[in-house]
Each structure stands twice: as C-alpha cells, then as structure tokens.
C-alpha cells in the first residue's frame, strides 16, 4: 500500500466527516424507556373501564369506592412495570454486539478509539479475535479469514483477500490480520439495514393481549348496557333517582372483575419469575403464555440447534477409518479405529501424519482457564488443533514453522515448512480439490505409491460419503524436501477428516418432547441444504423437502404454505425468506415461534407471534426484537417455557371463568332484587370487597396452580381458542344462577329479622360460595383427588385467610362500620353452610364421572 495511504484521515476530515455522517452507532430504540413501559400497563380496556368506574364512584361522592379502583389500578402498573423493567435492565447488560474499541491509523499513527467514533474513510487494523466494527473494505491482507454466521447464519469461516474485500459491521476475526477502509457507519451498515428492517415491523400484541383486549371490550358493553338499563327501569318505576344510579354503578362494578388485570399482571409475573430461574427471561409478562400456544417452532441452526464450535468427527486414510469422539474445543475426547480401539498419533504412524499437519499447519491456540478450554483462531484450525490433542500428538515448537503459504480462496490450501532432525518438510493441508491437484503419491501401509485413477477415485467416494453426511472435508499432505521456499507440487497424499458445528447434546431430547406436545420444530438457516440435512438427522428432524432460498424465489405464497405442511428444512435463507415464511405460517392460523441469535434472525423474531433470542451468544438486535430470551442459549429451556405457557393459559382461564361466575352470582341476586323490588341486597363497597379483596387473594393462588398431569400430551390450542368459550359461558351461568339465587332466598327470607341481618348475611353467604366454588375451578376437567388436595398450599392459605377477613368484616367495629355490616348468629352461618356445600359436592361428582368415562375410552 502507498505510504501515503496509510497515513489515513487527518483529525479535521474527521470532524468534517462526522458533521455529514454522523456517529457509528445504531438509533436508540424508544420502546425499552422507563415511561414507555410505564404507559404501556394502562393500555388494556379493561384499566380504561376502571378509570371510568373510579371516575363515576367520585362523581357520585364515594371516594372509598374510588380510592379502592384506583388502588387496584395502581397495583396492576406497578407489577407490570417492574417486570418489564426489570427484563430491560437485564437485557443491557447482556450487550455484546459491537466491539467497544476500534485500532484505526490517523495522521499516520495507530490509535485506539471507541468504535462509536469511527467514520466513514477510517482506516481499521484488524487481526485474529477483532469484531469488526463498521463496514470496511480490505486493503491489505495476510490470512484473513472471517466468521460472519452473525449475518448469513452460515458456520463456516469465509476467506478474505482483496479480490473479495467486504467486510461487515458485527462479524469477527478469526485468522490472519488485515487493514481496511471504513465504508459505512451506523444505520447505513448491512447490519443497520437488518436492523431497520426489524424496526419497520409494527409492535405485535400477544395472543394474550388479544384475548382479554376481546374479553374486556365485551364485558365493557355489557357492563354499560345492564347497567345503563336497570338504572332506566328502575326510574321509570319511579325508584329514587340517586338510588338507581348506585345501583347502576353497583351492576357495573358486579359486571367487571376489577380484580382481573391486578391477578393476571400477577399470575404471569410470578410465572416470569420463574421461568428466569429457568434461564428464560420475558421482556414482556405475556410472552411464555403466547409460547405456551405454539404450534410452529422456526429454530436457526447455528449456535441454536449447533454449539457453533467446529469439531473433527471422522478421520479417512486409505488403511483405516477412524471415528472421534468429543465436541467442541474440550479435547477431554479420543480417537478410534473400526475395531472400537483407542488410537494415538504414536501407535500408528498415518494417524500420527494427519495429526502432525493439524497440529502444526495453524493458527489456532487452545488454552485451559478456570472456565475450561478457550480457542483462538479459525474454528476450522480450532478443531483440528483440539484433534491433535486428542490423539495426543505433541504441539509444535516455537520454532517449527520455517515459512508459510498461508490459505486463501482461490487456492483453497495452506502450507508450512517445518525444520525435521534430518531436513526439511512441507506440510499442507486444504480442500480435498485443491490439495489433490498438486499430489502425485499416495502413503498406504505398504509405503509411498503414484497416485492411481482407482486411487482417486477411491478418494474422492470417501469424500462424497463424508460431504453427504454434512461434513466439511479437509485433505492433507506432506513432502520431504532440502530446500528452503514452499513448492507446492509432487505432495503426497495422507488422508482425510471430515469436521461439523455439532448440534448441543439436549436439543434431540427437546425436539422430541416438542413433538410429543404436537409441536413442529422447522429448521430455517443460512448454511447449506447438505450441513442442514445432516443436522437435522442428528437431532431427529424428519426431512421430506429442502428449500432454499433462490426456491422461495420461485414460487408463490399459496404454492409456499403447501409445501409447508410437509417435513420440510430450508437452507440458504436470507432475512426477507425468514420473515416471509413466519407470515405465511401465521396466514394459516399458526402460532408461530421463531428461535434465533445473529443479526439476519432479528426480522424474523420481531415478526414472530413469539420471537425467542440466544442470550450469550445473540447480538443486540436479536434480543431487542425477541420477546423471550434464552440466558443459557439452552433450546431444552424452549420446552419448559412451553410447558409454563400452557401452565399460564390454563390457570387464567381458570381464575378467568371463576371471577366471572362470582360476579355472575352477584349479577343475578342484584338483578332479582331490583326486579321484585325492596332494598338493595349489596351495597357498591360490598361488591368491591368481594371483587377486590376476596376474589382477587383467590385467583391469585388459584393462578398458581401446577401444571395438570396431562398438560404436554395435548396438541396446542387453536389460535381462536378464547378464554371463555360456549363451554366457560355455560359454566359461569350455572355457578352465577346458583348462588346468586341462593343468597336472594337467604336476603329474602331473612328481611323479616331486618335488613342489616338480611344483607350481611346474604353478603357473607356470596363470599363463602365464591371461596367454596373456587375448587370446582382447580382443573377444568380433572377431579381435585386427581390432581392432588393438598398440591396446592397457597390456595388453602387463600381460603383460610380470605374466609377470615370474612369475619373481621361482620364482627370487627371498623370494618363493619366500613362496609355497613352487622354481626350474625350460627343459625345464619348454619345456613350458608347447608347451600355451600353442594358447590363442593356436584362438581366432583361430576368430574369424575367424567375421568372414569375417559379412561374407559381409550
């Protein structure tokens, strides 16, 4: 390069520069802001009928009613806040993706910046270990090789050389050194674009959101047209103006479960919770609910299903076979022969050739720390290296290497010449092509031979066996030589070994209990359809189709969506094909999961009803647009989220059904009570102790419920599954007729011993039958000796303490004076008891009638 050249950009063009272009760095993103989250938690419908109802409470002059809807409100903003806010902090500090400092040369002088401080005509040393840290193009190069599976998902290194000089933002050294020209900065890099084409994806709601957006919008209707007409009626029939209009805010508050979004935000917080203690970390609370739905898992390859380290799996001489155990940069593993017997370099003496040559033609270091083993360098050379060490050949001396050829793309092959006690020796190794190209002997256990036609041949089908296994297949060679450059001509030929990014040991475990919950997992990746296939095997994905992305080209939405359905991988994908093939999923009514860790999943994570990103390995950008982030990088923990998002739907629709059949019993003894006539039965601050206060402890624990013992054997619910149902409706409308009919017989024929007696202990009958109906609502279809009495100790705590507060409220002064209650005898308990107890009796009864029938069924 000309000296001046090298001098690169003065301080002022600097300054000029980045007048015009700007920092390197990407837009902050706005959504993870403490106000942002904060609003957020008051976007449901139903936080918007409270205020409503709070509003209407101090219009009418009950600030008690009001301050308790405002408590409650409040209650729900502040979990909900903390958790998201809690995920966010989390998140920064798992930022990895740009490499903080950058080696650049200004006024001819190497410095060290921030990288933020980069501008386009920078000039960059780069070598091994370096992220890249702009889009730059090569200038000048040795041995320059790069890993940009952060980008294409591809877990191969690419060559660099000036014929081939891009390099891009985030992807990272892993051989030889290099300068080059700063292009691009910031948003106008190849990963900015990625990420821009993240951010033009409008934020998604859950499915959840959906749900109870639906949920809240039709007890929102109802609430006000009830209301609004008993209030109506009611005057008409020339009741007292300020009476009805509380007795219409009374059926409003009965209608809405104030209590609903205070126990949701804290059933999916403690959910959240533990699911972190599971490495799983929600950024938003109903993230594992809508994973608990997925019916389509899109997983990445590498460094997802792969542990993105390059291992040597099986080595090829013209003698013998060999097969390695062991993966990853841990050489805790050995080699093998056919017979099952341990091999190493010194027991046989063409093994020890091809481990000579791997630990001696590189780069790579391996090093032992207190966290196990590290590599430095290509993983290519990397596993080699680690297979070295596992035939336990020496390492190389300081000195060995006398010069080198180093690997470039276009001839595809690296040689060294190393110093022998007797003379000297190149030793080569590369693509079986390449290597071969430039040999004329064989070595075969009868001595050096001319390379035949039948020996190529017979090379060149171990080698096609090994690419057919998704291999990648390194050749070598050596010759003897006195002289002191590298000619690269008349080698002989020692063998082969075929290397693969292995796919993490748990991950067949968990693709099969995938299945087992009827579960798709589809492979989308960057890496070629040969790679793709061969993992797939290992880890057992059936695969009938391989697409890839110049295919997704060639046909159209319809034709993509058949293909779909079938056992199907695609490979060679790029950002757009991702996204593409989430939508058309989602066209089709699946819930779809998309699994991910670099740059070009991103689009696709935020697309996703559930983006799930890598939280070691993925960059910024994945996790930024994931809802869900695997601390471990752990896809087994996928599995388990699931099993907690099923755990979570379930147990809300549980507390869901069993909030609005207490407030359907309210809602009948009100409606009776007006209808026949006489005082109100329940007074508004009544109705929100039993919503706020007693239903609220309830559902919570009722939230906690365990997962059911069939839970993962059942297929995923469809998408327009809704929390309630014709069967939730039925159900409600059976409690709702029940008790609300119970307590007006109770209010009625108690009004003769006065309406204080009458109301307290129809108010008090209401509570006990909602606490008591609370078991009936444990499992939808289990019975409660199924599923276990005692398997849930916080909902008999609730029971106790709720039924407790029960008494406080009639019989200690404050509350009674609070909620206009007085104390009753044992004869009124004694009744309430005789009309509870079929609410505990009929619905096991039933349930396990039910069980029996089932199990007879199959």
Known sequence: MPQGLRRGLTLDQVEDIRARSGWNSLPDTTSSGPFAILIRQFSSFLIFILFVAAGVAIVLGNWTDAMAIGLVIALNAALGFIQEWRAETALAALKTMLSPKAMVIRDGQEMVIASRELVPGDLLVLQAGDTIPADATVSDCVGLSVDESVLTGESVAVGKNIKSPKLFTGTAIVAGHAEAFVTAIGSETEFGHIAELTGSIDTKKTHLQKHLGRLASQLGMTALVIAGAISVLGISLGRDLSEMLMTGLSLAVAIVPEGLPAVVT??????????????????????????????????????????????????????????????????????????????????????????????????????????????????TEGALLTLAFKGWHPPAGENTVVSEIPFDSDRKRMSVLVRTDEDSEILMKGAPEAVLSVSTQLRTPTGTKRLSAEDLASIRQAYEAMAGDGLRVMAFAERQTSDQTIMETDMTFLGLVGLIDPPRPEV?????????????????????????????????????????????????????????????????????????????????????????????????????????????????????????????????????????????????????????????????????????????????????????????????????????????????????????????????????????????????????????????????????????????????????????????????????????????????????????????????????????????????LVKTLGYFMSQRAR
Request: charged content about 20%; proline content about 4%.
């Open 266 to 379: 804290i059933t999916l917080a403690l959910g959240a919770a533990a699911m972190v203690r599971q490495n799983a970390l929600a950024r938003r609370l109903q993230a594992i609910e809508t994973l608990g739905a997925a019916s389509v898992i899109c997983t990445d390859k590498t460094g997802t299903l792969t542990e993105n380290k390059m291992t040597a799996t099986r080595i090829w001489t013209p003698e013998q076979t060999y097969s390695v155990t062991g993966t990853g940069y841990d050489p805790a593993g050995h080699v093998e022969d056919s017979d099952k017997r341990r091999v190493r370099s010194r027991d046989d003496v063409y093994l020890g050739e091809i481990l000579k040559i791997a630990a001696t033609c590189t780069h790579a270091n391996l090093r032992r720390g207190t966290d196990g083993w590290t590599m430095t360098g290509s993983p």
């Open 508 to 844: 067949r475990d968990a693709i099969s209990s995938a299945r087992s919950a009827s579960i798709r997992v589809m492979m989308i990746t960057g890496d070629s359809p040969v790679t793709a296939r061969a993992i797939a095997g290992q880890v057992g994905l059936s695969v009938k189709t391989i697409l890839t992305g110049k295919d997704l080209d060639q046909i159209d939405d319809t034709a993509l969506a058949e293909r779909l359905h079938e056992d199907i991988i695609l490979a060679r994908t790029r950002p757009a094909d991702k996204m593409r093939v989430v939508s058309v999923l989602q066209a089709k009514n699946h819930i779809v999961a998309m699994t991910g860790d670099g740059v070009n999943d991103a689009p696709a994570l935020k697309q996703a009803d559930i983006g799930i990103a890598m939280g070691i390995r993925g960059t910024d950008v994945a996790r930024e647009a994931a809802d869900l982030v695997l601390l471990d990088d752990n896809f087994a923990t996928i599995v388990a989220a699931i099993g907690e998002g099923r755990r979570q739907f379930s147990n809300i629709r549980k507390f869901v059904r069993y909030l609005l059949s207490s407030n359907a019993g309210e809602i009948v003894a009100l409606v009776v009570n007006i209808a026949i006539g006489g005082p109100l039965i329940f007074l508004a601050t009544q109705i929100l102790w039993m919503n706020l206060v007693t239903d609220g402890v309830t559902a919570v624990a009722l939230g906690l419920e365990k997962s059911e013992p069939d839970q993962m054997e059942n297929p995923p619910r469809k998408k327009d599954q809704a929390i309630l149902g014709i069967g939730g409706v039925t159900l409600i409308c059976l409690f709702g007729l029940y008790t609300g009919t119970a307590s007006y017989w109770i209010f009625s024929t108690l009004l003769d011993s006065g309406v204080e007696i009458a109301r307290t202990t129809a108010f008090t009958a209401m509570v006990t039958f909602e606490k008591v109906s609370v078991f009936a609502f444990r499992s939808l279809h289990l019975p409660c000796w199924r599923i276990g009495w005692l398997s849930n100790p916080l909902l008999l705590v609730a029971f106790v303490v709720t039924m407790a507060a029960q008494v406080l409220a009639i019989y200690w002064p404050p509350l009674q004076q609070l909620l206009h209650t007085v104390a009753i005898g044992w004869d009124q308990w004694a009744m309430i008891a005789v009309l509870g107890l079929p609410l505990l009796i009929v619905p096991e």
